[in-house]
């Protein structure tokens, strides 16, 4: 039997996930990567991506994730992100919804500083929508 990695999943807000697992795949910067237990020791930023969290017997979990690290050392994985939400929690027809809000927003924002809030927004939910 594979060993087990210790994975940690945190976001500003809350701690997502912190289990035993078979795999991790990460949108590392330089590309993805698929950590299992026993990995060297790594540090990398991340991009905008999916996690795929892999448990034998259990149904893949898949989380977007938006900036931070990921840090894998003989005790197991770390990521830190910036931002994360299950991919299950996402509905397609609310994305887009939220997209088009963003877009009005964008062309509405009467300053400079909002008008780049705004256009980071909707960055981010295109990323996202992406994702799915």
């Known amino acids: ?70 840090e894998v050392t003989p005790a197991g994985l770390t990521i830190l992100a910036e931002y994360t939400i299950p991919l299950a929690d996402l509905s397609t027809a609310a994305l887009d919804r939220e997209i088009e809000h963003a877009g009005e927003d964008v062309a509405d924002a009467k300053t400079d500083t909002k008008r780049q809030a705004a256009q980071e927004k909707l960055d981010h939910l295109k990323q996202l929508r992406q994702a799915l």
Do not use: N
């Open 1 to 70: 039997m594979a060993e087990k990695l210790s994975f940690d999943l945190v976001s500003p807000e809350r701690l997502l996930l912190s289990e035993d697992v078979d795999m991790v795949v990460v949108p590392g910067v330089e590309g993805d990567m698929g950590i299992m237990g026993g990995h060297a020791p790594v540090m990398s930023t991340l991009r905008p991506g999916v996690i795929d969290v892999d448990v034998q017997g259990q149904p893949q979990r898949r989380y977007f994730v938006r900036g931070g690290f990921a």
